[in-house]
Protein backbone atom coordinates (compact mmCIF):
# COMPACT_ATOMS: atom_id res chain seq x y z
CA UNK A 1 0.00 0.00 0.00
CA UNK A 2 2.60 2.52 1.19
CA UNK A 3 4.67 1.45 -2.17
CA UNK A 4 1.73 2.48 -4.18
CA UNK A 5 1.05 5.28 -2.41
CA UNK A 6 4.84 6.45 -2.89
CA UNK A 7 4.35 5.72 -6.43
CA UNK A 8 1.55 7.73 -7.26
CA UNK A 9 2.86 10.73 -4.95
CA UNK A 10 5.88 10.80 -7.57
CA UNK A 11 3.43 10.49 -10.34
CA UNK A 12 1.71 13.97 -9.69
CA UNK A 13 4.96 15.24 -8.41
CA UNK A 14 6.60 13.96 -11.93
CA UNK A 15 3.77 15.79 -14.13
CA UNK A 16 3.48 18.98 -11.43
CA UNK A 17 7.26 19.03 -12.39
CA UNK A 18 6.39 18.85 -16.33
CA UNK A 19 3.80 21.23 -15.85
CA UNK A 20 6.00 23.99 -13.95
CA UNK A 21 8.48 23.01 -16.90
CA UNK A 22 6.28 24.11 -19.35
CA UNK A 23 5.16 27.07 -17.86
CA UNK A 24 8.63 28.45 -17.14
CA UNK A 25 9.22 27.64 -20.90
CA UNK A 26 6.66 30.13 -22.16
CA UNK A 27 7.09 33.01 -20.84
CA UNK A 28 10.52 33.36 -22.07
CA UNK A 29 11.09 33.16 -26.08
CA UNK A 30 9.77 30.06 -27.37
CA UNK A 31 12.49 28.21 -29.33
CA UNK A 32 8.81 26.42 -30.54
CA UNK A 33 9.89 26.41 -34.01
CA UNK A 34 12.02 23.30 -33.70
CA UNK A 35 9.22 21.12 -33.29
CA UNK A 36 7.30 22.99 -36.57
CA UNK A 37 11.36 22.42 -38.13
CA UNK A 38 11.04 18.63 -37.35
CA UNK A 39 7.60 18.80 -38.68
CA UNK A 40 8.68 20.22 -41.84
CA UNK A 41 11.49 17.79 -42.42
CA UNK A 42 9.39 15.04 -41.75
CA UNK A 43 6.79 16.98 -44.78
CA UNK A 44 10.00 16.78 -47.26
CA UNK A 45 11.31 13.99 -46.48
CA UNK A 46 7.65 12.20 -47.40
CA UNK A 47 7.66 14.71 -50.33
CA UNK A 48 10.75 13.10 -51.76
CA UNK A 49 9.81 9.49 -51.13
CA UNK A 50 6.50 10.00 -52.93
CA UNK A 51 8.99 11.78 -55.80
CA UNK A 52 10.73 8.14 -56.00
CA UNK A 53 7.65 5.88 -55.74
CA UNK A 54 6.45 8.58 -58.79
CA UNK A 55 9.48 8.46 -60.41
CA UNK A 56 8.79 4.77 -60.49
CA UNK A 57 5.74 3.84 -61.14
CA UNK A 58 6.56 0.42 -61.74
CA UNK A 59 8.76 -0.88 -59.16
CA UNK A 60 7.79 -0.15 -55.43
CA UNK A 61 10.05 1.99 -53.60
CA UNK A 62 13.01 -0.40 -51.62
CA UNK A 63 15.45 0.81 -49.38
CA UNK A 64 19.03 0.08 -50.60
CA UNK A 65 20.07 -4.19 -49.25
CA UNK A 66 22.70 -3.35 -46.40
CA UNK A 67 26.20 -3.95 -47.14
CA UNK A 68 27.88 -7.50 -45.49
CA UNK A 69 30.12 -6.90 -42.79
CA UNK A 70 33.75 -7.84 -43.69
CA UNK A 71 33.88 -11.67 -42.11
CA UNK A 72 36.17 -11.77 -38.69
CA UNK A 73 38.91 -14.23 -40.86
CA UNK A 74 39.48 -11.25 -43.12
CA UNK A 75 39.24 -9.20 -40.08
CA UNK A 76 41.93 -11.72 -38.28
CA UNK A 77 44.06 -12.25 -41.06
CA UNK A 78 44.57 -8.19 -41.67
CA UNK A 79 45.63 -8.01 -38.04
CA UNK A 80 48.14 -11.02 -37.66
CA UNK A 81 49.67 -9.42 -40.58
CA UNK A 82 50.40 -6.26 -39.13
CA UNK A 83 50.93 -7.98 -35.84
CA UNK A 84 54.80 -7.37 -35.98
CA UNK A 85 54.98 -4.03 -36.49
CA UNK A 86 51.20 -3.13 -35.26
CA UNK A 87 50.72 -1.10 -38.24
CA UNK A 88 48.39 -2.01 -40.99
CA UNK A 89 50.86 -3.06 -43.37
CA UNK A 90 53.92 -4.69 -42.47
CA UNK A 91 57.48 -4.34 -43.35
CA UNK A 92 58.33 -7.15 -45.14
CA UNK A 93 57.76 -6.17 -48.52
CA UNK A 94 60.39 -3.58 -47.68
CA UNK A 95 59.04 -1.49 -50.04
CA UNK A 96 55.91 0.38 -48.85
CA UNK A 97 54.60 0.47 -45.81
CA UNK A 98 51.37 2.21 -44.89
CA UNK A 99 51.97 3.99 -41.74
CA UNK A 100 48.26 3.63 -39.75
CA UNK A 101 48.00 2.98 -36.16
CA UNK A 102 45.00 0.76 -35.47
CA UNK A 103 44.38 1.85 -31.76
CA UNK A 104 42.79 -2.22 -31.37
CA UNK A 105 45.90 -3.94 -32.55
CA UNK A 106 47.01 -1.86 -29.23
CA UNK A 107 44.70 -3.70 -26.99
CA UNK A 108 42.69 -0.65 -26.89
CA UNK A 109 38.77 -2.20 -26.14
CA UNK A 110 36.44 -0.91 -29.11
CA UNK A 111 33.42 -1.75 -26.59
CA UNK A 112 34.13 0.91 -23.75
CA UNK A 113 34.56 -0.95 -21.42
CA UNK A 114 38.07 -1.48 -20.61
CA UNK A 115 39.82 1.64 -19.81
CA UNK A 116 42.11 1.91 -23.16
CA UNK A 117 43.88 5.02 -22.36
CA UNK A 118 47.30 3.28 -22.10
CA UNK A 119 46.48 1.19 -25.49
CA UNK A 120 45.99 4.82 -27.45
CA UNK A 121 48.85 6.18 -26.31
CA UNK A 122 50.98 3.68 -27.03
CA UNK A 123 49.45 4.23 -30.68
CA UNK A 124 50.52 7.67 -30.44
CA UNK A 125 53.87 7.22 -28.91
CA UNK A 126 54.62 4.69 -32.05
CA UNK A 127 52.90 7.20 -34.85
CA UNK A 128 54.49 10.31 -33.82
CA UNK A 129 58.13 8.84 -32.87
CA UNK A 130 58.25 6.90 -36.22
CA UNK A 131 60.35 8.40 -39.02
CA UNK A 132 59.68 11.40 -40.40
CA UNK A 133 61.06 13.07 -43.87
CA UNK A 134 62.30 16.63 -43.45
CA UNK A 135 60.24 19.67 -41.70
CA UNK A 136 57.66 22.05 -42.05
CA UNK A 137 57.94 24.96 -39.62
CA UNK A 138 61.55 24.61 -38.21
CA UNK A 139 61.86 22.34 -35.29
CA UNK A 140 58.29 20.55 -37.10
CA UNK A 141 59.16 17.12 -38.06
CA UNK A 142 56.89 15.91 -40.85
CA UNK A 143 55.26 12.76 -40.41
CA UNK A 144 54.26 12.41 -43.84
CA UNK A 145 50.52 12.01 -43.28
CA UNK A 146 50.63 9.06 -40.18
CA UNK A 147 47.32 7.99 -39.17
CA UNK A 148 46.07 7.00 -35.57
CA UNK A 149 43.11 5.15 -36.31
CA UNK A 150 40.29 4.47 -33.63
CA UNK A 151 38.78 1.64 -35.56
CA UNK A 152 35.27 2.81 -35.38
CA UNK A 153 35.49 1.77 -32.10
CA UNK A 154 34.20 3.58 -28.46
CA UNK A 155 37.00 4.37 -26.14
CA UNK A 156 36.70 4.74 -21.99
CA UNK A 157 39.45 7.52 -21.73
CA UNK A 158 41.26 8.01 -17.78
CA UNK A 159 43.59 10.53 -19.13
CA UNK A 160 44.17 13.23 -21.61
CA UNK A 161 45.86 12.19 -24.58
CA UNK A 162 48.44 14.09 -25.30
CA UNK A 163 51.04 13.24 -27.48
CA UNK A 164 55.00 12.16 -25.61
CA UNK A 165 56.82 14.86 -27.44
CA UNK A 166 56.64 18.45 -29.25
CA UNK A 167 57.88 19.39 -32.48
CA UNK A 168 55.73 16.79 -34.97
CA UNK A 169 53.22 17.48 -38.35
CA UNK A 170 51.51 15.82 -40.62
CA UNK A 171 49.75 13.47 -38.78
CA UNK A 172 45.67 12.50 -38.01
CA UNK A 173 43.77 10.93 -35.26
CA UNK A 174 40.51 9.75 -36.68
CA UNK A 175 37.48 7.67 -36.76
CA UNK A 176 36.12 6.71 -33.98
CA UNK A 177 34.68 7.35 -30.44
CA UNK A 178 36.66 8.59 -26.96
CA UNK A 179 34.84 8.51 -23.78
CA UNK A 180 35.90 10.19 -20.43
CA UNK A 181 35.88 7.86 -17.43
CA UNK A 182 34.17 8.65 -14.26
CA UNK A 183 37.38 9.75 -13.05
CA UNK A 184 38.75 11.56 -16.14
CA UNK A 185 40.22 14.91 -14.11
CA UNK A 186 38.14 17.99 -14.30
CA UNK A 187 40.17 20.61 -15.78
CA UNK A 188 41.25 18.07 -18.81
CA UNK A 189 40.71 17.92 -22.36
CA UNK A 190 40.42 14.31 -24.01
CA UNK A 191 42.87 15.27 -26.65
CA UNK A 192 44.80 17.49 -25.47
CA UNK A 193 47.72 18.98 -28.17
CA UNK A 194 49.84 21.02 -25.46
CA UNK A 195 53.29 19.98 -24.29
CA UNK A 196 55.75 22.68 -22.59
CA UNK A 197 58.75 23.40 -25.68
CA UNK A 198 60.54 25.99 -26.37
CA UNK A 199 59.54 26.26 -30.38
CA UNK A 200 57.16 28.77 -31.57
CA UNK A 201 54.72 26.58 -32.66
CA UNK A 202 54.40 23.37 -30.66
CA UNK A 203 52.85 20.55 -33.68
CA UNK A 204 51.39 21.84 -37.29
CA UNK A 205 49.06 20.13 -39.88
CA UNK A 206 47.97 17.68 -37.36
CA UNK A 207 44.02 16.72 -37.50
CA UNK A 208 41.29 15.72 -36.09
CA UNK A 209 38.50 13.98 -37.79
CA UNK A 210 35.84 11.79 -37.37
CA UNK A 211 35.41 11.78 -33.85
CA UNK A 212 32.51 11.77 -31.56
CA UNK A 213 34.15 13.36 -28.26
CA UNK A 214 32.04 12.81 -24.77
CA UNK A 215 33.86 14.46 -22.02
CA UNK A 216 31.09 12.45 -19.87
CA UNK A 217 30.53 15.80 -17.90
CA UNK A 218 34.45 16.17 -17.18
CA UNK A 219 35.96 18.73 -19.00
CA UNK A 220 36.22 19.72 -22.13
CA UNK A 221 37.28 17.65 -25.61
CA UNK A 222 40.28 19.24 -27.38
CA UNK A 223 42.57 22.11 -26.61
CA UNK A 224 45.11 23.43 -28.95
CA UNK A 225 48.06 24.92 -27.63
CA UNK A 226 50.71 27.05 -29.62
CA UNK A 227 50.10 25.07 -32.76
CA UNK A 228 49.92 25.96 -36.66
CA UNK A 229 47.27 24.81 -39.02
CA UNK A 230 45.15 22.43 -37.06
CA UNK A 231 42.10 20.64 -38.69
CA UNK A 232 39.45 19.56 -36.74
CA UNK A 233 36.70 18.43 -39.18
CA UNK A 234 33.34 16.71 -38.75
CA UNK A 235 33.64 16.21 -34.94
CA UNK A 236 30.77 15.40 -32.82
CA UNK A 237 31.67 17.11 -29.11
CA UNK A 238 29.37 16.34 -26.13
CA UNK A 239 29.26 16.59 -22.19
CA UNK A 240 31.73 19.23 -21.89
CA UNK A 241 31.35 21.14 -18.82
CA UNK A 242 34.30 23.43 -19.24
CA UNK A 243 35.12 24.20 -23.16
CA UNK A 244 34.35 21.66 -26.37
CA UNK A 245 37.12 23.24 -27.99
CA UNK A 246 40.07 25.10 -26.13
CA UNK A 247 42.36 27.00 -28.86
CA UNK A 248 44.91 28.95 -26.81
CA UNK A 249 47.56 30.95 -28.97
CA UNK A 250 49.09 29.66 -32.42
CA UNK A 251 47.28 30.15 -35.52
CA UNK A 252 45.16 28.79 -38.48
CA UNK A 253 42.79 26.09 -36.49
CA UNK A 254 40.31 25.49 -38.64
CA UNK A 255 37.23 23.89 -37.14
CA UNK A 256 34.92 22.67 -39.98
CA UNK A 257 31.85 20.69 -39.94
CA UNK A 258 31.22 19.82 -36.21
CA UNK A 259 28.50 19.36 -34.37
CA UNK A 260 28.75 20.78 -30.23
CA UNK A 261 26.43 20.83 -27.23
CA UNK A 262 26.88 20.04 -23.79
CA UNK A 263 23.63 18.49 -23.79
CA UNK A 264 22.55 16.28 -27.10
CA UNK A 265 19.16 17.76 -27.44
CA UNK A 266 17.72 18.95 -30.93
CA UNK A 267 16.24 22.78 -29.00
CA UNK A 268 13.07 23.07 -26.98
CA UNK A 269 15.08 21.35 -24.33
CA UNK A 270 13.45 21.56 -20.50
CA UNK A 271 16.33 21.78 -18.82
CA UNK A 272 18.17 24.58 -20.84
CA UNK A 273 18.00 26.97 -18.60
CA UNK A 274 21.03 25.34 -16.57
CA UNK A 275 22.92 24.64 -19.87
CA UNK A 276 26.55 25.89 -19.28
CA UNK A 277 29.93 25.94 -20.35
CA UNK A 278 31.75 27.15 -23.57
CA UNK A 279 31.53 24.94 -27.19
CA UNK A 280 34.26 26.89 -28.40
CA UNK A 281 36.83 29.27 -27.40
CA UNK A 282 39.50 30.79 -29.88
CA UNK A 283 42.19 32.22 -28.18
CA UNK A 284 44.39 33.68 -30.82
CA UNK A 285 44.61 35.38 -34.29
CA UNK A 286 43.57 33.69 -37.97
CA UNK A 287 41.00 30.84 -36.93
CA UNK A 288 37.84 29.99 -39.05
CA UNK A 289 34.96 28.17 -37.36
CA UNK A 290 33.14 26.87 -40.54
CA UNK A 291 29.80 25.06 -41.25
CA UNK A 292 29.61 24.17 -37.56
CA UNK A 293 26.21 23.71 -34.80
CA UNK A 294 26.34 24.97 -31.51
CA UNK A 295 23.38 23.11 -29.64
CA UNK A 296 23.69 23.30 -25.68
CA UNK A 297 26.39 25.56 -23.61
CA UNK A 298 26.02 28.62 -21.68
CA UNK A 299 28.28 30.49 -24.58
CA UNK A 300 28.47 29.17 -28.51
CA UNK A 301 31.92 30.70 -29.38
CA UNK A 302 34.15 32.96 -27.17
CA UNK A 303 36.71 35.19 -29.08
CA UNK A 304 40.03 36.55 -27.64
CA UNK A 305 42.12 37.07 -30.43
CA UNK A 306 42.57 38.62 -33.55
CA UNK A 307 41.16 38.27 -37.73
CA UNK A 308 39.07 35.47 -36.66
CA UNK A 309 36.34 34.48 -39.08
CA UNK A 310 32.84 32.60 -38.39
CA UNK A 311 30.73 31.38 -41.06
CA UNK A 312 28.05 29.37 -41.62
CA UNK A 313 27.99 28.79 -37.49
CA UNK A 314 24.22 27.87 -36.25
CA UNK A 315 24.18 28.91 -32.53
CA UNK A 316 21.16 27.78 -30.80
CA UNK A 317 23.13 26.72 -27.66
CA UNK A 318 21.13 28.56 -25.09
CA UNK A 319 18.41 31.56 -25.24
CA UNK A 320 19.63 35.04 -24.32
CA UNK A 321 16.07 34.75 -22.36
CA UNK A 322 18.00 32.39 -20.01
CA UNK A 323 21.74 34.21 -20.16
CA UNK A 324 22.94 32.65 -23.22
CA UNK A 325 24.75 33.90 -25.52
CA UNK A 326 25.65 33.08 -29.17
CA UNK A 327 28.88 34.45 -29.63
CA UNK A 328 30.99 36.86 -27.50
CA UNK A 329 33.53 38.89 -29.08
CA UNK A 330 35.83 39.75 -26.32
CA UNK A 331 38.82 41.47 -27.89
CA UNK A 332 37.72 45.24 -26.88
CA UNK A 333 39.87 47.48 -29.04
CA UNK A 334 40.79 45.43 -31.87
CA UNK A 335 38.58 43.16 -33.06
CA UNK A 336 38.88 41.89 -36.52
CA UNK A 337 36.13 39.79 -37.05
CA UNK A 338 33.94 38.62 -39.54
CA UNK A 339 31.18 37.30 -39.31
CA UNK A 340 29.21 36.08 -42.36
CA UNK A 341 26.14 33.69 -43.00
CA UNK A 342 25.49 32.83 -39.58
CA UNK A 343 22.25 31.43 -38.14
CA UNK A 344 21.74 32.94 -34.37
CA UNK A 345 18.67 31.04 -33.15
CA UNK A 346 17.37 32.79 -30.08
CA UNK A 347 20.69 33.57 -29.00
CA UNK A 348 22.84 36.33 -29.98
CA UNK A 349 26.34 38.54 -30.50
CA UNK A 350 27.90 40.52 -27.82
CA UNK A 351 30.75 42.54 -28.71
CA UNK A 352 32.88 44.88 -26.35
CA UNK A 353 34.75 47.89 -27.72
CA UNK A 354 34.32 46.93 -31.19
CA UNK A 355 36.98 47.57 -33.65
CA UNK A 356 36.70 46.34 -36.95
CA UNK A 357 33.62 43.87 -36.86
CA UNK A 358 32.14 42.26 -39.72
CA UNK A 359 28.47 41.18 -39.72
CA UNK A 360 26.67 40.16 -42.68
CA UNK A 361 24.48 37.84 -44.11
CA UNK A 362 23.12 36.14 -41.24
CA UNK A 363 19.63 35.47 -39.81
CA UNK A 364 18.73 36.24 -36.57
CA UNK A 365 15.89 34.31 -35.11
CA UNK A 366 13.32 34.04 -31.76
CA UNK A 367 14.33 37.90 -30.79
CA UNK A 368 18.06 37.68 -31.40
CA UNK A 369 20.12 40.64 -31.58
CA UNK A 370 23.64 42.55 -31.80
CA UNK A 371 24.61 43.60 -28.19
CA UNK A 372 27.75 46.29 -28.90
CA UNK A 373 29.28 46.97 -25.22
CA UNK A 374 31.15 49.65 -24.03
CA UNK A 375 34.58 48.83 -22.00
CA UNK A 376 36.40 52.14 -23.07
CA UNK A 377 33.54 53.51 -24.96
CA UNK A 378 34.91 52.86 -28.51
CA UNK A 379 33.22 51.90 -31.74
CA UNK A 380 35.24 51.42 -34.61
CA UNK A 381 34.82 50.29 -37.93
CA UNK A 382 31.37 48.41 -38.02
CA UNK A 383 29.58 46.93 -40.62
CA UNK A 384 25.90 45.25 -39.46
CA UNK A 385 24.69 44.97 -42.79
CA UNK A 386 22.37 43.22 -44.78
CA UNK A 387 20.90 40.59 -42.02
CA UNK A 388 17.68 39.80 -40.94
CA UNK A 389 16.19 39.41 -37.88
CA UNK A 390 13.18 37.79 -36.52
CA UNK A 391 11.02 38.21 -33.45
CA UNK A 392 7.75 37.87 -31.68
CA UNK A 393 6.40 42.00 -31.68
CA UNK A 394 7.92 42.57 -28.32
CA UNK A 395 9.82 46.05 -29.36
CA UNK A 396 12.95 44.16 -29.14
CA UNK A 397 15.51 46.56 -31.26
CA UNK A 398 18.42 44.38 -33.67
CA UNK A 399 21.33 46.26 -32.49
CA UNK A 400 21.43 47.41 -28.70
CA UNK A 401 24.14 49.31 -26.71
CA UNK A 402 25.36 48.11 -23.70
CA UNK A 403 26.32 51.50 -22.09
CA UNK A 404 26.58 50.32 -17.77
CA UNK A 405 30.13 51.10 -17.80
CA UNK A 406 30.71 53.86 -19.75
CA UNK A 407 28.87 55.61 -22.83
CA UNK A 408 29.87 55.13 -26.07
CA UNK A 409 32.83 58.70 -26.86
CA UNK A 410 34.67 57.50 -29.67
CA UNK A 411 32.52 56.38 -32.43
CA UNK A 412 33.91 55.89 -35.90
CA UNK A 413 32.96 53.87 -38.86
CA UNK A 414 29.91 52.32 -38.10
CA UNK A 415 27.72 51.68 -40.27
CA UNK A 416 24.57 49.57 -39.41
CA UNK A 417 22.01 49.80 -42.11
CA UNK A 418 19.77 47.59 -45.01
CA UNK A 419 18.79 44.71 -42.36
CA UNK A 420 15.19 44.03 -42.34
CA UNK A 421 13.09 42.99 -39.28
CA UNK A 422 9.87 40.70 -38.42
CA UNK A 423 8.67 41.76 -35.09
CA UNK A 424 11.44 43.77 -33.81
CA UNK A 425 12.59 46.95 -33.95
CA UNK A 426 14.94 48.11 -36.63
CA UNK A 427 18.11 50.36 -35.77
CA UNK A 428 21.03 51.97 -38.27
CA UNK A 429 23.23 54.34 -37.86
CA UNK A 430 21.93 55.83 -41.30
CA UNK A 431 18.00 57.02 -41.24
CA UNK A 432 15.63 59.19 -43.24
CA UNK A 433 12.58 60.87 -42.77
CA UNK A 434 9.87 63.35 -43.80
CA UNK A 435 7.65 65.86 -41.82
CA UNK A 436 5.00 68.28 -44.05
CA UNK A 437 3.25 71.41 -42.81
CA UNK A 438 1.82 74.81 -43.58
CA UNK A 439 4.68 76.50 -40.58
CA UNK A 440 8.47 78.30 -40.45
CA UNK A 441 9.61 75.22 -38.28
CA UNK A 442 9.95 71.41 -39.04
CA UNK A 443 11.29 68.66 -37.05
CA UNK A 444 12.28 65.09 -37.90
CA UNK A 445 12.57 62.92 -35.21
CA UNK A 446 14.90 59.83 -35.48
CA UNK A 447 15.38 59.16 -31.94
CA UNK A 448 13.50 55.59 -32.79
CA UNK A 449 15.79 54.97 -35.81
CA UNK A 450 19.32 55.81 -34.89
CA UNK A 451 21.62 53.75 -32.88
CA UNK A 452 23.54 55.99 -30.83
CA UNK A 453 21.61 58.76 -28.94
CA UNK A 454 22.50 62.48 -29.03
CA UNK A 455 24.70 61.59 -32.31
CA UNK A 456 24.40 62.74 -35.58
CA UNK A 457 27.29 63.74 -38.25
CA UNK A 458 25.75 64.49 -41.07
CA UNK A 459 22.58 66.04 -42.63
CA UNK A 460 21.38 66.88 -46.11
CA UNK A 461 17.73 67.85 -45.97
CA UNK A 462 15.57 69.36 -48.99
CA UNK A 463 12.65 71.74 -48.51
CA UNK A 464 9.87 71.62 -51.28
CA UNK A 465 7.34 74.77 -50.65
CA UNK A 466 4.51 73.83 -52.43
CA UNK A 467 3.47 77.46 -52.51
CA UNK A 468 4.51 80.53 -54.90
CA UNK A 469 7.35 81.48 -52.31
CA UNK A 470 11.14 81.16 -51.84
CA UNK A 471 11.69 81.26 -48.21
CA UNK A 472 15.57 81.50 -46.39
CA UNK A 473 15.76 78.34 -44.61
CA UNK A 474 18.78 76.52 -42.34
CA UNK A 475 19.31 73.40 -40.47
CA UNK A 476 19.02 74.81 -36.79
CA UNK A 477 19.39 72.09 -34.81
CA UNK A 478 20.19 68.26 -34.57
CA UNK A 479 19.88 67.65 -30.57
CA UNK A 480 19.02 64.24 -29.34
CA UNK A 481 18.63 62.68 -32.89
CA UNK A 482 15.48 65.18 -33.67
CA UNK A 483 16.78 67.73 -36.97
CA UNK A 484 14.89 71.33 -36.98
CA UNK A 485 14.52 72.99 -40.12
CA UNK A 486 13.50 76.78 -40.05
CA UNK A 487 12.22 79.20 -42.86
CA UNK A 488 12.15 83.02 -42.54
CA UNK A 489 8.63 82.93 -43.25
CA UNK A 490 5.45 80.42 -42.86
CA UNK A 491 5.14 78.55 -46.08
CA UNK A 492 3.42 75.48 -46.77
CA UNK A 493 6.59 73.15 -47.31
CA UNK A 494 7.09 69.08 -46.83
CA UNK A 495 10.94 68.57 -45.65
CA UNK A 496 12.74 65.79 -46.06
CA UNK A 497 16.17 64.64 -44.06
CA UNK A 498 18.51 62.04 -44.56
CA UNK A 499 21.19 61.76 -41.48
CA UNK A 500 24.75 59.82 -40.65
CA UNK A 501 26.05 59.12 -37.28
C1 LIG B 1 -0.36 78.96 -44.10
O1 LIG B 1 -0.43 79.73 -42.93
C2 LIG B 1 -0.49 81.10 -43.18
C3 LIG B 1 -0.37 81.85 -41.88
O2 LIG B 1 -1.07 81.20 -40.86
C4 LIG B 1 -1.77 81.40 -43.93
O3 LIG B 1 -1.87 82.76 -44.22
C5 LIG B 1 -1.82 80.61 -45.22
O4 LIG B 1 -3.04 80.77 -45.86
C6 LIG B 1 -1.59 79.13 -44.95
N1 LIG B 1 -1.44 78.47 -46.21
C7 LIG B 1 -2.02 77.31 -46.48
C8 LIG B 1 -1.78 76.73 -47.83
O5 LIG B 1 -2.70 76.72 -45.67
C1 LIG C 1 4.33 75.08 -36.43
O1 LIG C 1 4.51 73.81 -35.82
C2 LIG C 1 4.58 73.87 -34.44
C3 LIG C 1 4.94 72.50 -33.95
O2 LIG C 1 4.22 71.51 -34.60
C4 LIG C 1 3.28 74.36 -33.87
O3 LIG C 1 3.33 74.42 -32.48
C5 LIG C 1 2.99 75.73 -34.44
O4 LIG C 1 1.73 76.22 -34.05
C6 LIG C 1 3.02 75.72 -35.97
N1 LIG C 1 2.98 77.07 -36.46
C7 LIG C 1 2.14 77.46 -37.43
C8 LIG C 1 2.28 78.84 -37.89
O5 LIG C 1 1.33 76.67 -37.89
Not at 102 to 129: C, F, N, W
Not at 309 to 338: E, I, M
Not at 405 to 427: E, H, L, T
Request: charged share 20%; proline share 4%; aromatic share 6%.
Amino acid sequence: MVGRALILLSFIICLLNHVTAIHAYHDIPSPAHHFSAKHYREKTRKMQLDKVAFAHPDTTFQPPSPVLPPSPSILTAALSKSSPSKSSTSATSGISRAREYHVTTYGADPTGEKDSTDAILEAIADAVQGPGNGELMKGIVNLGGVRINLDGGIYKISNPLRLPVAGRGNLMIHGGTLRASDDFPKNGYLIDLSASSDLEYIYEFVTLRDLLLDSNYRGGAIQVVDSLRTSIDNCYITHFTTTGINVQGGHETYIRNCYLGQHITAGADPGERDFSGTAIILNGNDNAVTDVVIFSAATGIVIEGQANTLSGVHCYNKATGFGGVGVYLKVPGLTQTRIVNCYLDYTGIVAEDPVQLHISSSFFLGDAFVLLRSVNGIANGINIVDNMFSGSDKGIDIVQLDEKSCKFKNVKQVIVDRNNAKGMNIKSTIARGTVEGNNSSWMVDLSKDLLFPNLIKSVQYSLQATGDQFPNHALRSVTDNRVVITTDVVVPASVTVTVDQ
